[in-house]
């Protein structure tokens, strides 16, 4: 697939930019804007596998024309935007190291909490996203799909929880931000 030409972003000051750079760094922008970013084919594939919507994939200029890239972008709505970035200004905004730059700003689901009746996991002040990304990837690995999360437990959606779960967020339904009682009440 060949892309149509679009305008090259080498501003740091483009809005689309600064919110980026904004949610992979603050937990409190993610809070604040419900949304967080996930980098790297491998985690675009992983959503795309569950049909998870993405609000905008960005791209360095020169992944273009990878051919992991191309094989992700044909598999986009063609509603989705596609901000193509320089190589330096991609480069500058990365939380990865080097690889295939493709990044995409997705939403946070926040799913309302009911009672659960089957198997799940709580994780009660588990405070390193680390920790968390290898819990929740390992309780999709035994099939366990529901998540409790308290307050004090770190961001099931963050970029590094993210990476460390390895795209197992969009196979569970993470309930974040609980209190022991709500638990107690709902299981």
Not at 1 to 16: A, R
Not at 60 to 86: D, F, G, K, W
Not at 166 to 179: D, H, K, P, R, W
Request: proline share 4%.
């Amino acid at each position: 697939m060949v892309l149509n030409p679009t305008e090259l972003i080498t501003s740091d000051k483009n809005t689309t930019v600064k919110l980026v750079k904004a949610l992979l760094s603050q937990a409190r922008q993610r809070k604040k804007n419900g949304q967080t970013v996930i980098e790297g084919v491998h985690l675009i594939d992983a959503a795309l596998r569950s049909d998870y919507p993405f609000a905008q994939i960005l791209l360095s200029e020169s992944a273009r024309s990878h051919p992991e890239v191309q094989q992700v972008l044909t598999r986009l709505p063609t509603y989705t935007p596609i901000l193509t970035l320089s190589d330096a200004l991609y480069e500058s905004i990365r939380s990865l190291g080097t690889g295939i730059d493709i990044m995409a700003i997705i939403k946070v689901p926040t799913p309302s909490l009911s009672m659960i009746d089957e198997d799940c996991l709580i994780l009660n002040d588990v405070q390193d996203s680390g920790n968390v990304g290898t819990l929740l990837r390992t309780a999709a690995a035994v099939g366990i799909r529901n998540i409790l999360c308290t307050s004090a437990t770190a961001q099931a959606w963050s970029p590094k929880t993210l990476r460390a779960g390895m795209g197992a967020q969009f196979a569970l339904t993470i309930y974040e931000g609980l209190s022991t009682q709500d638990i107690l009440d709902h299981v």
